[in-house]
Protein backbone atom coordinates (compact mmCIF):
# COMPACT_ATOMS: atom_id res chain seq x y z
CA UNK A 1 0.00 0.00 0.00
CA UNK A 2 1.49 3.16 -1.21
CA UNK A 3 0.98 6.26 -0.30
CA UNK A 4 0.28 9.27 -2.53
CA UNK A 5 0.79 12.79 -1.89
CA UNK A 6 -0.94 15.16 -4.52
CA UNK A 7 -0.54 18.33 -5.26
CA UNK A 8 -2.93 20.71 -6.72
CA UNK A 9 -3.36 24.31 -7.69
CA UNK A 10 -7.06 23.86 -9.01
CA UNK A 11 -10.11 22.31 -9.64
CA UNK A 12 -8.92 18.60 -8.40
CA UNK A 13 -10.60 16.40 -11.14
CA UNK A 14 -7.69 13.89 -11.80
CA UNK A 15 -7.29 13.93 -7.66
CA UNK A 16 -10.84 12.95 -7.76
CA UNK A 17 -10.30 10.27 -10.03
CA UNK A 18 -7.37 9.22 -7.65
CA UNK A 19 -9.41 8.95 -4.73
CA UNK A 20 -11.95 6.89 -6.09
CA UNK A 21 -9.27 4.59 -7.63
CA UNK A 22 -8.13 4.36 -3.99
CA UNK A 23 -11.35 4.12 -2.43
CA UNK A 24 -12.25 1.01 -4.33
CA UNK A 25 -9.36 -0.83 -4.73
CA UNK A 26 -7.92 0.04 -8.18
CA UNK A 27 -4.63 1.79 -6.43
CA UNK A 28 -3.51 -0.03 -3.52
CA UNK A 29 -3.09 2.96 -1.72
CA UNK A 30 -4.18 5.63 -0.26
CA UNK A 31 -3.80 9.53 -0.60
CA UNK A 32 -1.74 10.50 2.50
CA UNK A 33 -1.55 14.46 2.05
CA UNK A 34 -3.25 16.95 -0.74
CA UNK A 35 -0.88 19.74 -1.07
CA UNK A 36 -2.05 22.71 -2.95
CA UNK A 37 -0.23 26.70 -3.37
CA UNK A 38 -3.30 28.18 -4.04
CA UNK A 39 -5.65 28.57 -0.50
CA UNK A 40 -8.54 28.78 -2.24
CA UNK A 41 -8.46 25.49 -4.82
CA UNK A 42 -11.52 23.32 -5.31
CA UNK A 43 -8.67 20.53 -5.01
CA UNK A 44 -8.66 21.08 -1.13
CA UNK A 45 -12.23 20.76 -0.47
CA UNK A 46 -12.44 17.54 -2.68
CA UNK A 47 -9.59 16.29 -0.29
CA UNK A 48 -11.43 16.96 2.80
CA UNK A 49 -14.63 15.54 1.64
CA UNK A 50 -12.93 12.09 0.93
CA UNK A 51 -11.35 12.25 4.20
CA UNK A 52 -7.32 13.16 3.68
CA UNK A 53 -5.38 15.74 4.86
CA UNK A 54 -5.47 18.85 3.01
CA UNK A 55 -2.82 21.16 3.54
CA UNK A 56 -1.92 24.88 1.86
CA UNK A 57 1.69 26.07 1.44
CA UNK A 58 0.73 29.14 -0.13
CA UNK A 59 3.60 30.32 -3.15
CA UNK A 60 2.11 33.98 -3.38
CA UNK A 61 4.79 36.41 -3.12
CA UNK A 62 7.31 33.45 -2.16
CA UNK A 63 10.14 34.42 -4.52
CA UNK A 64 12.42 31.87 -3.26
CA UNK A 65 11.66 28.47 -4.97
CA UNK A 66 13.85 26.28 -3.66
CA UNK A 67 13.05 27.38 -0.29
CA UNK A 68 9.05 26.89 -1.09
CA UNK A 69 10.22 23.26 -2.45
CA UNK A 70 11.62 22.43 0.87
CA UNK A 71 8.74 23.32 2.88
CA UNK A 72 6.54 21.70 0.21
CA UNK A 73 8.93 18.08 0.99
CA UNK A 74 8.70 18.79 4.80
CA UNK A 75 4.91 18.29 4.68
CA UNK A 76 5.02 15.69 2.26
CA UNK A 77 7.82 13.73 4.68
CA UNK A 78 5.36 14.27 7.81
CA UNK A 79 2.56 12.73 5.99
CA UNK A 80 5.20 9.64 4.85
CA UNK A 81 4.57 10.13 1.22
CA UNK A 82 6.48 7.57 -0.95
CA UNK A 83 4.87 9.05 -4.82
CA UNK A 84 4.00 12.31 -5.36
CA UNK A 85 1.49 12.92 -8.11
CA UNK A 86 1.30 16.22 -9.84
CA UNK A 87 -1.96 16.62 -10.60
CA UNK A 88 -3.10 20.57 -12.34
CA UNK A 89 -0.27 21.83 -10.42
CA UNK A 90 0.67 24.81 -11.93
CA UNK A 91 4.27 25.22 -10.33
CA UNK A 92 7.69 24.38 -11.69
CA UNK A 93 9.36 21.70 -9.15
CA UNK A 94 12.90 22.30 -8.30
CA UNK A 95 16.34 20.22 -7.99
CA UNK A 96 15.67 20.49 -4.24
CA UNK A 97 12.22 19.05 -4.77
CA UNK A 98 13.21 16.12 -7.13
CA UNK A 99 16.23 15.59 -5.16
CA UNK A 100 13.87 14.44 -1.88
CA UNK A 101 11.87 12.58 -4.32
CA UNK A 102 14.66 11.03 -7.33
CA UNK A 103 15.23 7.93 -8.69
CA UNK A 104 16.59 5.10 -6.66
CA UNK A 105 17.80 1.57 -6.64
CA UNK A 106 15.06 0.16 -4.46
CA UNK A 107 12.18 1.94 -7.35
CA UNK A 108 14.06 0.23 -10.25
CA UNK A 109 15.40 3.86 -11.33
CA UNK A 110 12.08 5.18 -10.91
CA UNK A 111 11.65 9.02 -9.71
CA UNK A 112 8.84 8.94 -6.88
CA UNK A 113 7.13 12.36 -8.88
CA UNK A 114 4.57 11.53 -11.97
CA UNK A 115 2.85 14.41 -13.79
CA UNK A 116 -0.23 14.46 -15.79
CA UNK A 117 -0.09 16.43 -19.15
CA UNK A 118 -3.04 17.07 -21.95
CA UNK A 119 -0.88 16.61 -24.63
CA UNK A 120 0.76 13.78 -26.48
CA UNK A 121 4.21 15.04 -25.17
CA UNK A 122 6.84 16.13 -26.52
CA UNK A 123 4.20 17.51 -28.35
CA UNK A 124 2.65 20.75 -26.80
CA UNK A 125 4.48 20.77 -22.99
CA UNK A 126 3.66 23.97 -20.76
CA UNK A 127 0.38 26.02 -20.67
CA UNK A 128 -2.32 25.61 -22.35
CA UNK A 129 -1.87 22.41 -24.20
CA UNK A 130 -4.88 21.66 -25.87
CA UNK A 131 -4.96 25.23 -27.06
CA UNK A 132 -1.53 24.57 -28.84
CA UNK A 133 -2.87 21.51 -30.47
CA UNK A 134 -6.07 23.28 -31.78
CA UNK A 135 -3.97 26.18 -33.28
CA UNK A 136 -1.34 23.52 -34.58
CA UNK A 137 -4.01 22.25 -36.40
CA UNK A 138 -3.30 17.96 -35.09
CA UNK A 139 -5.59 15.37 -36.00
CA UNK A 140 -4.69 13.82 -32.90
CA UNK A 141 -4.38 15.00 -29.26
CA UNK A 142 -4.34 13.12 -26.29
CA UNK A 143 -2.68 12.96 -22.84
CA UNK A 144 0.64 11.90 -21.01
CA UNK A 145 1.81 10.18 -17.66
CA UNK A 146 5.80 10.87 -16.77
CA UNK A 147 8.15 10.78 -14.75
CA UNK A 148 9.27 14.18 -13.73
CA UNK A 149 12.34 15.71 -13.96
CA UNK A 150 14.17 19.43 -14.24
CA UNK A 151 12.18 20.21 -17.59
CA UNK A 152 8.79 21.56 -18.07
CA UNK A 153 6.96 18.31 -19.16
CA UNK A 154 10.54 16.64 -20.35
CA UNK A 155 10.45 13.49 -18.16
CA UNK A 156 10.58 9.54 -19.45
CA UNK A 157 7.19 8.73 -20.80
CA UNK A 158 5.07 6.14 -18.85
CA UNK A 159 1.23 6.15 -20.52
CA UNK A 160 -0.47 7.65 -22.86
CA UNK A 161 -3.85 8.24 -24.40
CA UNK A 162 -5.27 9.51 -27.81
CA UNK A 163 -8.01 11.14 -28.73
CA UNK A 164 -9.48 12.90 -31.66
CA UNK A 165 -9.70 16.45 -32.45
CA UNK A 166 -13.38 16.95 -34.06
CA UNK A 167 -14.63 19.55 -36.68
CA UNK A 168 -15.71 22.49 -34.59
CA UNK A 169 -13.64 21.68 -31.44
CA UNK A 170 -12.97 24.64 -29.08
CA UNK A 171 -10.80 24.55 -26.27
CA UNK A 172 -13.66 23.53 -23.82
CA UNK A 173 -14.74 20.27 -25.93
CA UNK A 174 -11.39 18.84 -26.59
CA UNK A 175 -10.25 19.62 -23.02
CA UNK A 176 -12.92 17.39 -21.82
CA UNK A 177 -12.49 14.61 -24.10
CA UNK A 178 -8.72 14.54 -23.13
CA UNK A 179 -9.67 15.13 -19.03
CA UNK A 180 -11.89 11.76 -19.48
CA UNK A 181 -8.81 10.20 -20.75
CA UNK A 182 -6.47 11.34 -18.23
CA UNK A 183 -8.94 9.79 -15.57
CA UNK A 184 -8.54 6.46 -17.16
CA UNK A 185 -4.87 6.49 -17.45
CA UNK A 186 -3.26 8.30 -14.30
CA UNK A 187 -4.87 5.92 -11.89
CA UNK A 188 -3.82 2.92 -13.90
CA UNK A 189 -0.19 4.17 -13.64
CA UNK A 190 -0.16 5.02 -10.21
CA UNK A 191 -1.23 1.38 -9.56
CA UNK A 192 1.64 0.57 -11.45
CA UNK A 193 4.22 2.42 -9.66
CA UNK A 194 2.28 1.19 -6.61
CA UNK A 195 3.05 -2.78 -7.88
CA UNK A 196 6.68 -2.02 -8.36
CA UNK A 197 6.01 -2.95 -11.94
CA UNK A 198 7.87 0.04 -14.24
CA UNK A 199 11.47 0.59 -14.15
CA UNK A 200 13.40 3.19 -15.83
CA UNK A 201 16.85 3.64 -18.17
CA UNK A 202 17.61 6.60 -19.33
CA UNK A 203 13.88 7.92 -21.45
CA UNK A 204 12.42 4.39 -21.44
CA UNK A 205 10.33 3.36 -19.35
CA UNK A 206 9.03 -0.52 -18.74
CA UNK A 207 6.10 -2.02 -17.25
CA UNK A 208 6.45 -5.36 -16.26
CA UNK A 209 3.55 -8.08 -16.56
CA UNK A 210 1.37 -8.53 -13.94
CA UNK A 211 2.29 -11.79 -11.82
CA UNK A 212 -0.11 -14.31 -13.42
CA UNK A 213 -1.21 -16.98 -10.90
CA UNK A 214 -0.89 -20.49 -11.22
CA UNK A 215 -3.16 -23.40 -11.23
CA UNK A 216 -1.40 -24.08 -7.66
CA UNK A 217 -2.24 -21.01 -6.17
CA UNK A 218 1.72 -19.98 -6.48
CA UNK A 219 2.80 -16.66 -8.27
CA UNK A 220 5.03 -17.21 -11.35
CA UNK A 221 7.52 -14.05 -11.87
CA UNK A 222 6.42 -13.47 -15.38
CA UNK A 223 8.49 -11.91 -18.34
CA UNK A 224 8.71 -8.51 -19.38
CA UNK A 225 6.69 -6.82 -22.62
C1 LIG B 1 -5.37 18.63 -16.38
O1 LIG B 1 -5.72 18.80 -17.74
C2 LIG B 1 -3.95 18.20 -16.26
O2 LIG B 1 -3.51 17.39 -17.31
C3 LIG B 1 -3.21 19.52 -16.30
O3 LIG B 1 -4.03 20.41 -15.58
C4 LIG B 1 -5.38 19.94 -15.63
C5 LIG B 1 -5.81 19.78 -14.21
O4 LIG B 1 -7.16 19.45 -14.10
N1 LIG B 1 -1.87 19.38 -15.79
P1 LIG B 1 -7.74 19.00 -12.69
O5 LIG B 1 -7.35 20.06 -11.67
O6 LIG B 1 -7.17 17.65 -12.35
O7 LIG B 1 -9.22 18.98 -12.89
Given at each position: MIRIGVLASGSGSNLQAILDACADG??????AAVVSNVPEARALERARLAGAAAEVVAS?????RAAYDRQLVAVLRRHGVDLVALAGYMRLVTPAFLEAFGPSLARNGCPAVMNIHP?????????HAQRQALDYGVRFSGCTVHFVDAGTDTGPVVVQAVVPVLPGDTEASLSARILREEHRIYPEALQWFAEGRLSVEGRRVTLRSAAAPTLDGVCNPSRDR
Amino acid sequence: MIRIGVLASGSGSNLQAILDACADGRIDGRVAAVVSNVPEARALERARLAGAAAEVVASKGVADRAAYDRQLVAVLRRHGVDLVALAGYMRLVTPAFLEAFGPSLARNGCPAVMNIHPALLPSFPGLHAQRQALDYGVRFSGCTVHFVDAGTDTGPVVVQAVVPVLPGDTEASLSARILREEHRIYPEALQWFAEGRLSVEGRRVTLRSAAAPTLDGVCNPSRDR
